[in-house]
């Protein structure tokens, strides 16, 4: 079976001070066809070839920040995502499907204080 590949890759700002996305940017990458085998590959194992085919790094080895907890990646089809452990073909996908495979990637944002002296002045006047 042939399918149709769209992946994209969601950059998200990750706050270190909030734990949480302060900015999500999605980016096209070119589409691309594969053939796969839909009574014996899960959705999971389609994920994975997908990452090998683009040169992501594996799922597995990815760095999470605190407070997130989706996941890294998923492959939708017709708008729903497709459950990791059924097969393509229990999961509905036909021959010329079109997969959006999304792969998240948070760049992580924080600050530090810097401090010129560590003496603080002995008036008020010379705080301001």
Known sequence: MKLRIKPRQENHKWSLYWKCSMATHTFTLDPFDIEVDPGVMTAM???RKLAETIGLRPEDELCRLESFVEPWELCMYKGRELE???TLADNGVVDD???VFVRKQLIAEGWKILQEDNEDSSTEEDDF
């Open 45 to 47: 194992q389609l994920r």
């Open 84 to 86: 990791d452990d059924k």
């Open 97 to 99: 499907a079109l997969i």
